[in-house]
């Protein structure tokens, strides 16, 4: 198959890995992304002492820092952002406890030492963008939507977490297909979702997302694991958002 006959690939300067396959559907694709070695960092949300089952966003912030190589559980998240007042609880609810909102989990990796910020109003483009240039992207999505499931699309609002692992685009214009994302609430790693359906489940949902400041490809300064916390208001990368 002839990829990039326009150019759009030479030009996009992808910091992150690019496999030829196919979507679900049988059609052409590239992925752009580490989707499969990043499958391993998710989980059912609600591993955790309190069994807490609102937890998704705690379980994304994990999972963007495993894949900075902090090695950590979503229990030891938990006790952290607890320790820090960066966890909501609503007593006696265990299935709605241990929400975060975006400006919590971008605080909680800023703690762990990988500076990261919140994004509003953002397109599904931007999103995709801040992939192929290696970050760790977190997406606030309506769980409804995403699932198919009337039962949780409450005012149709954003609320969900889900960590986004890589995209794809048309091997032959770069037209963005779709996103693989790791969601916690369902346990599924890798899925594999539209861009159709990106753009309602999370575009048209306000477009809430945390990024890192960092990509995967810049090294982190020893020393930047556990709880030493990195210096706030790190430099901004110029193209994002």
Not at 81 to 110: F, K, M, N, Y
Not at 185 to 194: C, D, I, L, R
Not at 212 to 233: E, K, M, Q, V, W
């Amino acid at each position: 198959m002839d990829i990039d006959p326009t150019g759009w690939l030479r030009d996009a300067a992808i910091a992150v890995p690019l496999q030829l396959g196919q979507l679900p559907d049988g059609q052409q694709s590239l992925t752009i992304g580490d989707v499969r070695g990043y499958a391993a960092f998710n989980h059912l949300q609600g591993d955790n002492a309190d069994g807490d089952r609102g937890d998704c966003g705690i379980v994304c912030c994990a999972d963007v820092l495993n894949q900075f190589a902090v090695r950590l559980l979503e229990e030891d998240v938990v006790r952290h952002a607890t320790s820090c007042h960066e966890l909501h609880v609503v007593t006696g609810r265990p299935d709605q406890s241990g929400w975060t909102l975006p400006a919590d989990q971008a605080a909680i990796l800023t703690d762990y030492g990988v500076p990261a910020r919140t994004g509003e109003g953002q397109s599904i483009e931007q999103l995709a963008l801040a992939v192929q240039q290696g970050r760790g992207v977190i997406a606030m999505v309506n769980a409804g939507v995403l699932w198919s499931d009337p039962r949780v699309l409450g005012h149709g609002q954003a609320n969900h977490a889900v960590t986004v692992t890589g995209i794809a685009r048309d091997p032959l214009d770069g037209a963005l297909q779709g996103f693989y994302v790791n969601d916690s609430g369902t346990g599924q790693s890798g899925q594999f979702v539209s861009a159709h359906l990106m753009t309602t489940a999370f575009e048209r949902t306000g477009g809430f997302c945390v990024v890192t400041d960092a990509a995967h490809t810049i090294a982190l300064s020893p020393g930047r694991s556990g709880t030493n916390a990195a210096p706030r208001g790190a430099a901004h990368h110029p193209t994002w958002p």
